[in-house]
């Protein structure tokens, strides 16, 4: 059974930063490409971060770009989501996911975590 679970999340200061982690429980971690999605209330869920397989490319949103560093380690099947200068915008359930690569349309993604919870104050 898979199971991708999130910890880390937290109320924070506008400014401050967290990170953020995805434990999977997943045979062949390394064939799977892991991207962080978030949903804030009343929103669409939103592409944040991907990282490939291997951890040789990553992408990120518009929004995050500069601020946000995806990064994993496949001996350990942990993604992360390092988060700096967070802003009141950035609140939201952040979930992570895995698909056969990185993309940001989740009718693509194979699995999903239950999502953990970032507050940003101001």
């Known amino acids: 059974q898979v199971q991708l679970a999130e910890s880390g999340g937290g109320l924070v200061q506008a400014g401050t930063s967290l990170r953020i982690s995805c434990a999977a429980s997943i045979r062949h971690f390394e064939a799977y490409a892991m991207v962080w999605f978030r949903q804030a209330p009343g929103k669409d869920r939103e592409f944040v971060a991907g990282i490939t397989r291997g951890g040789g490319s990553t992408y990120y949103a518009d929004s995050v770009k500069g601020r946000f560093t995806i990064s994993r380690d496949n001996a350990k099947n942990t993604v992360w989501l390092q988060m700096d200068n967070l802003k009141p915008d950035d609140t939201a359930v952040y979930t992570c996911?895995?698909?056969?690569?990185?993309?940001?349309?989740?009718?693509?993604?194979?699995?999903w975590g239950r999502g953990t919870q970032v507050t940003v104050s101001t």
């Open positions: 996911a895995a698909g056969g690569v990185v993309t940001s349309q989740p009718q693509r993604i194979n699995y």
